[in-house]
């Protein structure tokens, strides 16, 4: 495995709970998997809060060792250290990749320890158009790196499942593939209410009822619909369906539980069975498989059970290297993993239609990745303004018209 395209194994020092979670996350999310924490005695490179005591009490005993490994400091301040690299707080992406670039660099051999001690007293703090360049690249290299893994020794390696890079949709292509609801506009503010659907009328409902039990079993079990049958295999958490994708994905489009709901039904299969040969592309995750039945029944619509006047949240990143990725799928998850949103904010704030968040938060619904908050104390702080990326968006104009009429 070439070393250099794998993700960097980091180890965090002197945060609490909640930071370092935020960088974990951050690190997967926004960096796109360029590094990934790690233990401290498997980490190549380690990562101090150079403004927490215990950050700065651990760094200064760390850096008086004889050998250490590459050191990267998150600070307020501007500090004078030899052999470290300076990445000045609120953290930018572009200069954190532009860090862990570097050290891999180092760790390879392609850049020098003469070189390191130059560059670091200037920190990551500038904006230069080199350096904007070179994170774009490390950006597009690791996406690139996750999405275009080939492997080719075993049978096993050769499941979709597992390695098949993770397909994505543009907004060109999205309404074509994904399909529409007759009578419904769900880019319309004025039908949001109605712009939901009932996952448990469609396949992805009695999907996730079947892996639901064939977990809690620990059992290989068949989802029987009167088509063709689904066969689940919990523990290594995979399914198989022998019918090819145009075919699944009109099957999860419709309304099948006034149809084929009295035909559905689980049952338990043989050993004999479930170890019969079977087609290995025919295989899929189980997460990947539900994820993306639940973006044909969404059809650009949200789950009823979501309130669609109430902030939502992600709780965890989701896998995009496995997962069928909608339009902007990354950007709404960046924003949301900051903290809860209502859905048509998160459209607003990022300038796109409400569609492409209805449909992640469906498919990120389906895989319990999304929560939905009722507490008080959930929506005491607001969280922090962006911007969206042109002037006034569709939602922003209706807003500041509805405001104009209420004053």
């Known amino acids: 495995m070439d070393k250099n395209k794998s993700p960097l194994k980091v180890a965090l020092h002197g945060m609490d709970e909640r930071s370092y979670k935020m960088m974990t996350m951050y690190l997967q999310g926004p960096c796109r998997g360029a590094a990934v924490v790690v233990n401290e005695p498997n980490a190549e490179c380690d990562i101090f809060d150079g403004d927490s005591i215990n950050g700065k ?46 050290i891999k660099g180092l760790l390879s051999g392609n850049i020098t320890q003469a070189v390191i001690k130059t560059v670091t007293p200037l920190g990551y703090g500038s904006d230069s158009e080199s350096k904007i360049n070179k994170a774009e690249k490390i950006a597009s290299s690791v996406e690139g790196e996750q999405k275009l893994k080939v492997f080719i020794n075993t049978d096993e390696q050769k499941k979709s499942s597992k390695h098949q890079a993770a397909m994505q949709l543009n907004e060109k292509g999205f309404s074509a593939f994904i399909g529409s609801v007759t009578g419904i506009d769900v880019n319309d503010p004025k039908q949001f209410n109605k712009a939901n659907y009932n996952p448990r009328e469609y396949f992805q409902g009695y999907v996730d009822s079947a892996f639901k039990v064939s977990r809690a079993k620990a059992q290989v079990r068949q989802l029987n619909s009167g088509w063709s049958p689904l066969i689940i295999f919990p523990q290594s958490d995979e399914v198989w369906l022998d019918v090819d994708e145009s ?85 709404i998850a960046a924003l949301l993993i900051q903290g809860p949103r209502t859905l048509a904010n998160v459209a607003e704030v990022l300038n796109i239609k409400p569609q492409y968040v209805f449909v992640f938060i469906s498919a990120a619904c389906a895989l319990g990745l999304v929560g939905q908050t009722r507490r008080d104390v959930d929506v005491l702080v607001h969280p922090s303004e962006i911007k969206s990326t042109k002037n006034q968006g569709l939602l922003s104009r209706i807003l500041s018209v509805l405001r104009g009429k209420k004053a």
Not at 62 to 79: A, F, G, M
Not at 277 to 300: H, I, N, P, Q, T
């Open 57 to 102: 009490k651990f760094l200064t005993e760390y850096l008086q060792k004889d050998e250490h490994r590459p050191i990267i400091v998150l600070s307020l301040n501007d500090q004078q250290l030899d052999n470290v690299f300076l990445i000045k707080k609120p953290v930018k992406t572009d200069d954190m990749l532009m860090a862990l670039a570097d």
């Open 247 to 331: 075919q699944l994905r009109a099957f999860s489009g419709l309304v099948i539980n006034n149809t084929l709901g009295s035909k559905m039904s689980i049952t338990p299969l043989s050993l004999e069975v479930s170890s019969m040969d079977r087609a290995l592309e025919k295989f899929y995750s189980m997460d990947a498989f539900l994820w993306k039945v639940a973006c044909w029944a969404s059809k650009g619509r949200y789950p009823v059970n979501i309130d669609i006047n109430q902030p939502v949240y992600l709780k965890q990143w989701p896998n995009f290297t496995r997962l069928l990725v909608t339009p902007h799928a990354m950007r």
